[in-house]
């Protein structure tokens, strides 16, 4: 009903204002309330209207509305729109909207109104009654959060985090603060992977090679292994946004790509077309999209490789990658748009994602055999502070158990958990409470950068873990029971680094949580 105490107030200043032309005129059922406004939206049970106060929400089962403005409600459904990056709403948004579906026992037929738009209508056959419209919008991250500052989408679907000039648009126009963790949420991952031509011969390359060819210090392939010849890089537009993976592992914060070195592109396909014909070019491919090119793995000058793998992406133990994110305003969604969001975060979800060229984030179990390159290299590049005993505790603790590929790293300089580990975090949470590591005794493994003494960094790999450790607890609730859940936290400082210690990038890989588990001794 109409939270009288609530918009009283508000409904008598406005009454109190000239009459003026508007859309909507919302009444309470005696007529002795009206808000008068732009009608803004209905989604089955709040209307929203812009009035001169400000954007208000009502309870539309307290009023009646008159005017132009007002919707049909005899054949009113939700109508969620969403938009953002091309490859994400043409294929793993109607992948996850038919399976949200289907769970439902809706039926879904699928229309092109036009282009860049996929209408998606949802029914209820056995009632003959039309549920709601998924509408997609096939556009970009950038152009998802411009139409969600115009009120163009309800959700955007970005590669990247929201940059920073983007959340002061949004919070002037009163969308919310988007650098709130309940904002977003990460539905699958990605990975940003380095293409070339065919017949180019580079396998490899570092990040620091990759931070010269894109800001125009390295200009021949001849000076990082190849033959006499310039290099021509490419870039995705939005990929030198702020927030985006390329500025925060290969650019570094405040460096620029100067004017005229880089051929910029709106379109994914444009990018991969022109690096394919040109046995000079170079550029920044994407996972999910592939293309007629070749990847170029990762080196480090430790000895650290590493190549864009499914169980590596997961770990965040491949540096590029990035996780697929969606974003929601402050304001209420139609119920039908909330169970869609409940949905995404599911297990059940996560099996569509495998379906995709995107990365589900299932967890998987690595042998501690699979790690054998990991050890090889923490051997060969253990510091002098790290003794043979130090890394015979690591092999006597995890020596029988095995690796969850789901993986806990932090935001720069805090304790603060990154985006896609709060999404491990319920992962990990749904997954305990589903029993499925009942009889198993888990160990949350701190890891840390070699910078420092190593007895400090193994009492803050230890505050890692626990931290980690708390967060999961919190995350299950009522449902924690520490008699059916074995759970400790350890902490091996420097003595297993995934990375060359010797640049950033590297110590963010090293300073990690991972969760080990095994049957309970």
């Known amino acids: 009903m109409l939270k009288f105490s609530v918009l009283g107030l508000l409904a008598c200043l406005v009454m109190s ?3 003026a032309a508007q859309d909507v005129d919302l009444l309470s059922r005696d007529g002795s309330i009206a808000i008068s406004g732009t009608f803004l939206s ?27 403005g007002c919707p049909d409600l005899d054949g009113y459904y939700a109508q969620v729109r969403m938009s953002g990056d091309a490859q994400g709403t ?8 038919t399976a949200f579906a289907m769970r439902n026992g809706y039926a879904v037929a699928t229309s092109t109104p036009e282009l860049g738009l996929t209408s998606m209508i949802l029914t209820d056959a056995d009632n003959d009654l039309t549920v709601g419209e998924f509408l997609l919008s096939d556009t970009s991250s950038s152009e998802g959060f411009a139409d969600l500052v115009a009120e163009n989408t309800d959700i955007v679907l970005s590669l990247r985090k929201v940059a920073p000039s983007e959340m002061v648009l949004a919070f002037d126009a009163g969308v919310g603060d988007l650098s709130d963790p309940l904002r977003a949420r990460v539905v699958a991952l990605d990975a940003l992977i380095p293409v070339v031509s065919r017949s180019n011969r580079i396998e490899r390359l570092s990040l620091a090679d990759l931070a010269g060819i894109f800001t125009g210090k390295i200009t021949n392939w001849l000076e990082i292994g190849g033959g006499d010849a310039p290099v021509v890089p490419h870039l995705m537009r939005d990929d030198l946004r702020e927030g985006s993976e390329f500025r925060r592992m290969i650019l570094g914060r405040g460096v620029e790509v100067p004017e005229g070195v880089v051929q910029l592109h709106d379109r994914y396909d444009g990018l991969v077309a022109a690096v394919e014909q040109d046995p000079y070019a170079i550029g920044l491919g994407r996972m999910s999209e592939g293309g007629a090119v070749k990847a170029v793995g990762l080196s480090g000058a430790c000895g650290f490789e590493a190549e864009a793998m499914p169980s590596d992406i997961k770990t965040e133990d491949y540096p590029l990658t990035r996780p697929v994110f969606l974003y929601t305003p402050a304001r209420r969604l139609p119920v039908l748009a909330r169970e869609f969001l409940a949905f995404v975060r599911s297990p059940a979800a996560q099996i569509v994602v495998a379906r995709t060229d995107f990365v589900d984030q299932g967890v998987d179990e690595l042998s501690f055999r699979d790690q054998g390159r990991r050890f090889a290299n923490a051997i060969t590049n253990a510091g002098e502070e790290v003794s043979l005993k130090d890394l015979q505790d690591v092999t006597d603790t995890l020596q029988g158990a095995k690796r969850l590929t789901l993986g806990f790293r932090f935001e720069g300089g805090s304790t603060t958990l990154d985006a896609q580990s709060r999404s491990n975090v319920h992962l990990l949470a749904e997954l305990l409470e ?12 701190g890891f840390s950068d070699g910078q420092g003494a190593a007895a400090v960094n193994k009492t803050l790999s230890k505050r890692r873990a626990e931290t980690v450790l708390r967060a999961v607890r919190q995350a299950l609730g009522e449902a924690y029971e520490p008699e059916h859940m074995q759970m400790a936290a350890e902490g091996y400082g420097e003595a297993m680094p995934l990375a060359c210690d010797d640049i950033g990038w590297g110590r963010s890989l090293n300073r990690r949580v991972e969760v080990w588990v095994r049957d309970q001794r």
């Open 17 to 19: 204002q000239p009459a």
């Open 42 to 68: 209905f989604d089955g049970e709040f209307y929203r209207v812009d009035t001169d106060l400000g954007v208000l929400t009502v309870d539309g089962s307290g009023v009646r509305c008159e005017g132009p």
């Open 90 to 97: 043409r294929t793993l948004l109607p992948a996850l909207v």
């Open 434 to 445: 589903a029993g499925v590591f009942e009889g198993q005794s888990l160990t949350f493994a």
